[in-house]
T-cell receptor, first 112, second 112 residues
Framework: EAQVTQNPRYLITVTGKKLTVTCSQN?????MSWYRQDPGLGLRQIYY???????DKGDVPEGYKVSRKEKRNFPLILESPSPNQTSLYFC???????????FGQGTRLTVV | GENVEQHPSTLSVQEGDSAVIKCTYS??????FPWYKQELGKRPQLIID?????GEKKDQRIAVTLNKTAKHFSLHITETQPEDSAVYFC???????????FGGGTRVLVKP
């Protein structure tokens, strides 16, 4: 089954404790991206990757890192989480940035 | 960068009536305009998209129109049903196809 898988689904952590949210796709998509969803603000792009070892900043990259060592995986790293990073995070993949995006199930992160 | 504005933020319609959601974008070079539907607690899913060389596209009860001169595009849902209740997001892709910018979302409630 074609899918994008994120883990974990829910995470509560404390300020400053490094965490990683994993994202994996099995559709051989070249383009992957991370979004955060906050009420009234829609989906805001954090980082995107157009291919292996090619990543670039989206609209709200501060406080986040990503890597794309393999085509299927695109982890999101918060090295020192802060409460303003409490949000719902979605990973998405597509053939290109201007084709249908397939979203993961979402990760609800709370930083206390 | 691209800015996408979406109106209204909430929309309540009677079952069977039509719903219209409007979006404007700022980058005249944008060339791909998808619409995503997000049901409560679920991931966003593509419902229809349009490219800049097309003025209108229909798929059963949903249609999208694009006015490139005015830089706006709209989603039309006819004969609304309770299962149309969801949050709808418009988006615009940069000309390079590397970034997708979303609007703030419209919460649609279809009253039986």
């Amino acid at each position: 089954e074609a899918q994008v898988t994120q883990n974990p689904r829910y995470l509560i952590t404390v300020t400053g404790k490094k965490l990683t949210v994993t994202c994996s796709q099995n559709m051989n998509h070249e383009y992957m991206s991370w979004y955060r969803q906050d009420p009234g603000l829609g989906l805001r792009q954090i980082y995107y990757s157009m291919n292996v070892e090619v990543t670039d900043k989206g609209d709200v990259p501060e406080g986040y890192k990503v890597s794309r060592k393999e085509k299927r995986n695109f982890p999101l790293i918060l090295e020192s989480p802060s409460p303003n990073q409490t949000s719902l995070y979605f990973c998405a993949s597509s053939f290109r940035g201007d084709t249908e995006a397939f979203f993961g199930q979402g990760t609800r992160l709370t930083v206390v | 960068g691209e800015n996408v504005e979406q109106h209204p933020s909430t929309l309540s319609v009677q079952e069977g009536d039509s719903a219209v959601i409007k979006c404007t974008y700022s980058d005249s070079a944008s060339n791909y305009f998808p619409w995503y539907k997000q049901e409560l607690g679920k991931r966003p899913q593509l419902i229809i998209d349009i490219r800049s060389n097309v003025g209108e596209k229909k798929d059963q009860r949903i249609a999208v129109t694009l006015n490139k001169t005015a830089k706006h595009f709209s989603l039309h849902i006819t004969e609304t049903q309770p299962e149309d209740s969801a949050v709808y997001f418009c988006a615009a892709s940069s000309a390079a196809g590397n970034k997708l910018t979303f609007g703030g979302g419209t919460r649609v409630l279809v009253k039986p």
